[in-house]
């Protein structure tokens, strides 16, 4: 049975965004973020509170924020330590993400600290964040295959998806960094964490679509009954520090199917294939999203 509703958690502006080599306007960013919500999404990732040396495409967070603030949608942001937290809270926002690895060479690539470490990194931003009644998420990346190391076994996945859990997390994003999975390891995956003790219903998923898989990916987890799903806006996207990730599910690809499945989102696909193409303008290179190309005639 496939769920009535799907709520689609939009990474474009962060996950999107933080991989393009040129950088792009905080005003236009702002902007980008107000078509997204005017297209009827309501879960709109807004940016990282990082090093902004790691980062730097992210680095106009504190200019970009107030910017958006007022758009009436959810506007997580991530936060990987305490410094990063004490920036999202003196801004106001109600909803952060910590973000883990399930390998060690992510997690010292994207956070210079080893799994556990990183962990014990996150344990006081999730407790204070908690007591602040702020929402979290929890991004666990590297739950398929790494670059390094190859596939990755879902044991190592479930173990620090309990750690988050355990942590108070309100929901896990798993994150396919690199776009290997397919659909019977997703199915896998997502029966072991069950198993575990990990609820569906507390359970995200990011696909990127380097194989051309993320779509079927989804519907396998669709099936497992999950409703949430990250996608980008016109597929943009990557990991800076994730060599072979590429794009994103495109958010405009989620939705064709889901309309087509009969499944609500709330997302007007004209509107949001038009915020793509205003973006892929300012980018200078068309969207990599197939269905934005079969709409827009790209
Ligand atoms: P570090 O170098 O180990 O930092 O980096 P540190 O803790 O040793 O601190 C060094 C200095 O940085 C200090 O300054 C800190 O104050 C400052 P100093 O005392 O030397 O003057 N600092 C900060 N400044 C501003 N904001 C902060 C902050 N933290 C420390 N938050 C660190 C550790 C975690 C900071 C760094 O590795 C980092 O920023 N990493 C972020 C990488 C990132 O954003 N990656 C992309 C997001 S993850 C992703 O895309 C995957 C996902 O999409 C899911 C999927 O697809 O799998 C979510
Ligand atoms: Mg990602």
Not at 77 to 93: F, H, I, S, T
Not at 214 to 222: F, H, K, V, Y
Request: aromatic residues 6%; hydrophobic residues 45%.
């Amino acid at each position: 049975d496939l769920p009535a509703r799907v709520r689609i958690h939009e990474v474009g502006a962060r996950d999107g965004l933080q991989n393009e080599k040129g950088a792009v306007p905080t005003e236009v960013k702002a902007e980008f973020i107000r078509r997204l919500a005017d297209a009827g999404l309501t879960t709109i990732e807004a940016t990282s509170f990082v090093h902004p040396k790691w980062v730097p495409q992210l680095a106009d967070a504190e200019q970009l924020f107030p910017l958006v603030r007022d758009v009436p949608v959810e506007l997580p942001v991530l936060v990987p330590n305490a410094r990063g937290l004490d920036r999202a809270l003196a801004l106001n926002a109600t909803r952060v993400a910590v973000f883990a690895s399930a390998t060690e060479s992510f997690a010292k690539a994207n956070l210079n600290r080893t799994v556990d470490e990183a962990l014990a990194m996150f344990a006081p931003v999730v407790a204070r964040a908690k007591a602040e009644q702020v929402h979290v998420r929890g991004y666990l990346s590297m739950c398929f295959g790494d670059p390094w190391e190859g596939p990755v076994p879902v044991h190592q996945v479930v173990r620090v998806s309990k750690a988050l859990m355990d942590m108070g997390c309100d929901e896990l994003s798993l994150g396919d960094t690199i776009g290997v999975a397919t659909a019977a390891h997703v199915q896998d995956l997502l029966s072991r964490l069950n198993e575990e003790g990990v609820p569906t219903s507390a359970i995200g998923v990011h696909f990127h679509d380097t194989y051309g898989q993320a779509l079927a990916n989804t519907l396998a987890a669709l099936q497992h009954g999950v409703t949430t799903v990250d996608a980008s806006a016109g597929g943009l996207g990557g990991c800076p520090y994730a060599k072979s990730a590429t794009g994103n599910l495109a958010t405009e690809d989620l939705v064709w199917m889901l309309q087509g499945l009969g499944i609500d989102t709330g997302v007007d696909l004209g509107r949001l294939t038009a915020t793509s193409v205003w973006m892929a303008d300012h980018l200078g290179r068309p969207s990599p999203s197939r269905t934005v190309r079969a709409l827009s005639h790209q």
